[in-house]
T-cell receptor, first 112, second 114 residues
């Protein structure tokens, strides 16, 4: 049973455009929502994370928007650059056992 | 070396072979993990070791056997695998308990089972 549903599976955006990746969950015990970025040949690396007591977190060109009532959160990549081309995974941590559940990933391709 | 190092990076094995994947972390973490990454699927947690004790085994077939001799090293012993076991196997480490929200991953071992 997939605990975190991520969409789209892939997206292509022009340089300078906005990339948007959406995730949804059902488990109300989730208390921490990180995003991981994975380049080809590398392991995933923590990119940005949010806790459910805030609705938005911004770090540079990356923003997480969080809607607690809808149990949805999304990653926005502003002014997308070719170097942002990677696979992005959303995740959610269960407050009871600290276990992370991952989405299936979104492959982002930024065209120059 | 820093971070999480995995060897080998690529492995091809037959279904009757026995091989091992190795992971080493230089971060002072006390929890280590094995994940399986298959295309278009969520990362699958296989095993968790916290303070050198196995605390998670997600119904993984017995043909996968983990070993954690100390807090810096983690192995995944493989035997009589199936072609569907072909995947990228990722090792990760973190602080135990509430620090588990920040995982540091290795680059993975790409396994192909013929």
């Amino acid at each position: 049973q997939q605990q975190v549903k991520q969409s789209p599976q892939s997206l292509i955006v022009q340089k300078g455009g906005i990339s948007i990746i959406n995730c949804a969950y059902e488990n109300t015990a989730f208390d921490y929502f990180p995003w991981y970025q994975q380049f080809p040949g590398k392991g995933p690396a923590l990119l940005i994370a949010i806790r459910p007591d805030v609705s938005e977190k911004k770090e540079g060109r990356f923003t997480i928007s969080f809607n607690k009532s809808a149990k949805q959160f999304s990653l926005h990549i502003m002014d997308s650059q070719p170097g942002d081309s990677a696979t992005y995974f959303c995740a959610a941590r269960d407050e009871n056992d600290y276990k992370l559940s991952f989405g299936a990933g979104t492959t982002v391709t930024v065209r120059a | 070396e820093t971070g999480v190092t995995q060897t080998p990076r690529h492995l091809v094995m037959g279904m009757t072979n026995k091989k091992s994947l190795k992971c080493e972390q230089h971060l002072g973490h006390n929890a280590m993990y094995w994940y399986k990454q298959s295309a278009k699927k969520p990362l699958e947690l296989m095993f968790v070791y916290s303070l050198e004790e196995r605390v998670e085994n997600n119904s993984v077939p017995s043909r996968f056997s983990p070993e954690c001799p100390n807090s810096s090293h983690l192995f995944l012993h493989l035997h009589t695998l199936q072609p569907e076991d072909s995947a990228l196997y990722l090792c990760a480490s973190s602080q135990a308990g509430s620090g588990a929200n920040v995982l540091t991953f290795g680059a993975g071992s790409r396994l192909t089972v013929l």
